[in-house]
């Protein structure tokens, strides 16, 4: 087995626990509306499962589609950028979490950097696409002569 299809058989292995503690690290946060939405759960596993497959198979474009797919969506329900970030990085803490304490140290270093890598470009990912979707809506100008007056 190769240190990549080890790293997703360790991730698969450990993803209902990965997902339960990014939940309750997301909903402990009070910082995002996702701590109450009702399908953070299934949102948080499908990334989780996104993220497995893009190791597993050496190609993170659908884990990139799927992160498109939360822009456009989140967006367009008027969640914030830093409030979907929590979510990623949740994520990713708690992929930390569960390697370190399961795993031997040097089994560890190749599934948290492949996990680390994959989530970082769809992070990054993210926030290009929501920047660009947040430079089309058209926001009215400050009338700065107000202050003025």
């Known amino acids: 087995m190769t240190s990549d299809q080890h790293a997703a058989a360790a991730l698969e292995t450990r993803r209902a626990a990965v997902v339960d503690a990014a939940e309750r690290m997301v909903r402990a946060s009070g910082r995002t509306k996702y701590y109450e939405d009702a399908f953070l759960h299934q949102r948080l596993d499908r990334l989780a499962g996104e993220l497995i ?5 050496h190609n993170i474009t659908s884990l990139l ?12 329900s008027g969640y ?4 979907i970030q929590v979510v990623f990085t949740r994520l990713e803490e708690a992929i930390w979490m569960e ?7 040097d ?7 492949l996990a680390t ?6 992070k990054d990912a993210l926030a290009r696409e929501y920047v660009g979707l947040a ?3 058209h926001t009215p100008a400050l009338d700065l002569l107000a202050l003025v007056r």
């Open 135 to 137: 430079s089309e809506v």
């Open 117 to 122: 890598a994959a989530l970082s470009s769809a």
């Open 99 to 105: 390697l370190c304490r399961d795993l031997p140290s």
């Open 107 to 113: 089994e560890h270093a190749p599934a948290l950097a």
């Open 65 to 76: 589609e799927y992160t498109s797919e939360i822009a456009h969506d989140r967006f367009a």
């Open 80 to 83: 914030t950028l830093a409030e």
């Open 53 to 57: 497959g893009s190791i597993r198979s």
